[in-house]
Nanobody, 114 residues
């Protein structure tokens, strides 16, 4: 079974930065696109960024110019560099394939607040 383990979240002030990491188990990781998603309690999970071979990364309009997605195939890992964070970026962040599998990791909490 594919499993995703996210880390790197925390509490940061507005304007600050965080770098999220995701480690995926299984060789499936290198065959598919990856995505970062986020969810606020009581709302639907939303797609934040995607990265696929032979294609440019894509970003939600709300994070364009501030977030950067990357991956390391050798480490079965994906990353999300988040700069100029805003309070509205507060959410639990998840990684998954793109399109996503039904199975999700536990996510990592990002809180942007004074």
């Amino acid at each position: 079974q594919v499993q995703f383990v996210e880390s790197g979240g925390g509490l940061v002030q507005p304007g600050g930065s965080l770098r999220l990491s995701c480690v995926a188990s299984g060789s499936i990781f290198n065959s598919y696109g990856m995505g970062w998603y986020r969810q606020v309690a009581g709302k639907q999970r939303e797609l934040v960024a995607t990265i696929r071979s032979a294609a440019s990364p894509t970003y939600a309009d709300s994070v364009k110019g501030r977030f950067t997605i990357s991956r390391d195939h050798a480490k079965n890992s994906a990353y999300l560099q988040m700069n100029s964070l805003k309070p509205e970026d507060t959410a639990v962040y998840y990684c998954n394939l793109y399109p996503p599998l039904q199975r999700w990791g536990q996510g990592t909490q990002v809180t942007v607040s004074l």
